[in-house]
């Protein structure tokens, strides 16, 4: 049973078009995040929620919307597809309060292209 | 200037050798560090803390100088299992939800 799972693995769409990735997990966790790794590897944490409250909200433009329903769900709309943000979105969750917070459980990642 | 800084290499070695590599950190009031490891086109997972004194792990050893602000990772009788991209990690402070990520060391053992 997969412990962090995030739809769709794949994502390719044109500029412009609006899209959503879904994430989940199974581990009772408190705390989800949403990070984004570019063509240089780079992961750059874009927002974290801890029991449905926003508590990261860094510097992403703000046609990104993370929403959770509940604490186990944490899903991410992009509005207005740009090719910069090509890239692959990892969702990752955390137990505990924020100490917890250095080890992290990642999903397999979305790939998403934007052409 | 980054807050986390690898050598992305590659580096290329044989099965059964030793690799060791860094990572620079820029902010001297880090509190905790980490290793992971991310295979090609998966996620990343957690390889190891980092502690003060320097700790193992199987053929792992991490290493912690405050004073230089690096960590290290050496990787003893290498196995073409460990072929993978380490990432170096940084938290600012124990309590923070906020990790700081390098761009990877990666590591290719070859038979």
């Known amino acids: 049973d997969t412990a962090v799972s995030q739809t769709p693995k794949y994502l390719v769409t044109q500029m412009g078009n609006d899209k959503s990735i879904k994430c989940e997990q199974n581990l009772g966790h408190d705390t989800m995040y949403w990070y984004k790794q570019d063509s240089k590897k780079f992961l750059k944490i874009m927002f974290s929620?801890?029991?449905?409250?926003?508590?990261i909200n860094e510097t992403v433009p703000n046609r990104f919307s993370p929403k959770s329903p509940d604490k186990a769900h944490l899903n991410l709309h992009i509005n207005s597809l740009e090719l910069g943000d090509s890239a692959v979105y990892f969702c990752?969750?955390?137990?505990?309060?924020?100490?917890?917070?250095?080890?992290?459980?990642f999903g397999a990642g979305s790939r998403l292209t934007v052409l | 200037r980054k807050e986390v800084e690898q050598d992305p290499g590659p580096f290329n070695v044989p099965e059964g050798a030793t690799v060791a590599f860094n990572c620079t950190y820029s902010?001297?009031?880090?509190?905790?560090f980490f290793w992971y490891r991310q295979d090609c086109r998966k996620e990343p997972k957690l390889l190891m803390s980092?502690?003060?004194s320097g700790n193992e792990d199987g053929r792992f050893t991490a290493q912690l100088n405050r004073a230089s602000q690096y960590i290290s990772l050496l990787i003893r009788d290498s196995k073409l299992s460990d072929s993978a991209t380490y990432l170096c990690?940084?938290?600012?402070?124990?309590?923070?939800?906020?990790?700081?990520f390098g761009a990877g060391t990666t590591v290719t053992v070859r038979a």
């Open positions: 929620y801890n029991n449905k409250e926003l508590i």
């Open positions: 990690v940084v938290n600012r402070s124990y309590n923070d939800y906020k990790l700081s």
């Open positions: 980092v502690y003060s």
């Open positions: 990752a969750s955390s137990q505990g309060g924020a100490s917890g917070a250095n080890v992290l459980t």
């Open positions: 902010n001297s009031a880090s509190q905790s």
